[in-house]
């Protein structure tokens, strides 16, 4: 078994929906260790950032909207954001998150139990896993800082930022 990390973001669906508590609960089945949370409004440029791989399809920028959670408004324009650490932890998590497309989701997953397609055709589909490692490492790295993060999983490095010293990404 190989120990991996991944981002896993509740999605401005979920938390309008008060489905934290129940997706924590789904999540936990794995048995995995949550490194960093944290609460996002995500801007614009984060969630573009996000979605880079899907930039040329036309549902791009309602996919940006949803993860800023436009659609919702305050005060669930937000995400909340993990990053758990597990052995197999991707294909673990990815298995209880269920299908991106809820309608083809496992009902007993999470976004097949929880998620929905909108009368537009967007995918409410409550979570984001990610992908692969090398994906998870980039998402990981978008989301959150070094010191965001309990346990060392990538290389940093100290810079001199103002009077101090920071710690970033290597």
């Known amino acids: 078994m190989i120990i991996e990390q991944l981002l896993i973001l509740i999605k401005p669906?979920?938390?309008?929906?008060?489905?934290?508590?129940?997706?924590?609960?789904?999540?936990?089945?794995?048995?995995?260790?949550?490194?960093?949370?944290?609460?996002?409004?995500?801007?614009?440029?984060?969630?573009?950032?996000?979605?880079?791989q899907l930039k040329d399809k036309p549902f791009f920028g309602e996919l940006v909207d949803y993860i800023q959670g436009k659609i919702y408004g305050e005060p669930w324009d937000r995400v909340i954001a993990f990053v758990y650490q597990g052995e197999d932890a991707i294909a673990r998590m990815r298995k209880i998150a269920g299908a991106t497309n809820p309608e083809e989701?496992?009902?007993?997953?999470?976004r097949g139990a929880y998620g929905r397609i909108?009368?537009?055709?967007?995918?409410?589909?409550?979570?984001?896993?990610?992908?692969?490692?090398s994906e998870a490492e980039r998402e990981i790295k978008l989301w959150f800082q070094p010191d965001e993060i309990v346990n060392s999983?990538?290389?940093?490095?100290?810079?001199i930022a103002g009077k101090g010293e920071k710690t970033v990404w290597a």
């Not at 929906?17 to 944290?38: C, D, P, Q």
């Open 118 to 133: 909108t009368t537009k055709g967007i995918y409410e589909n409550v979570v984001h896993c990610s992908s692969d490692p």
């Open 13 to 52: 669906d979920g938390v309008k929906k008060s489905l934290t508590g129940n997706i924590l609960t789904k999540l936990s089945e794995a048995r995995m260790v949550i490194i960093g949370t944290k609460a996002v409004k995500v801007s614009k440029k984060l969630a573009e950032a996000h979605y880079y």
């Open 105 to 110: 989701a496992d009902p007993i997953s999470i």
């Open 153 to 159: 999983v990538y290389s940093t490095k100290k810079i």
